[in-house]
């Protein structure tokens, strides 16, 4: 059983930053890919990022490309997600994930976070 943490979410102004982080536990965190999705108020809960387990292979949605960037710290049981030129239609809660493979679904990912809220004020 692995227990997923997610800190770091805040208000920010719009073009400002953040970085998200998600601290692991009680598995082995090594082996797992790691995601990071988000839901907004009426909306269905979306991809943003996903890296493998030994950080070498990553993958973004559309609409973060270039903006956000996930990364991981073994050694630490952290996933990270830096995000940075923040929109207003970021605004969301956050949530990281962990899979057996790496995978842009959410139906591929076994444990899941309680989310942190991003709010990107216009």
């Known amino acids: 059983q692995v227990q997923l943490v997610e800190s770091g979410g805040g208000l920010v102004q719009a073009g400002g930053s953040l970085r998200l982080s998600c601290a692991a536990s009680g598995g082995t965190f090594r082996r797992n890919a790691m995601g990071w999705f988000r839901q907004a108020p009426g909306k269905e809960r979306e991809f943003v990022a996903t890296?493998?387990?030994?950080?070498?292979?990553?993958y973004y949605a559309e609409y973060v490309q270039g903006r956000f960037t996930i990364s991981r710290d073994n050694a630490k049981n952290t996933v990270y997600l830096q995000m940075n030129s923040l929109k207003p239609e970021d605004t969301a809660v956050y949530y990281c994930?962990?899979?057996?493979?790496?995978?842009?679904?959410?139906?591929?990912?076994?444990?899941w976070g309680q989310g942190t809220q991003v709010t990107v004020s216009s």
């Open positions: 994930a962990a899979a057996r493979s790496i995978a842009g679904r959410d139906s591929n990912y076994d444990f």
């Open positions: 890296i493998s387990a030994g950080g070498l292979t990553t």
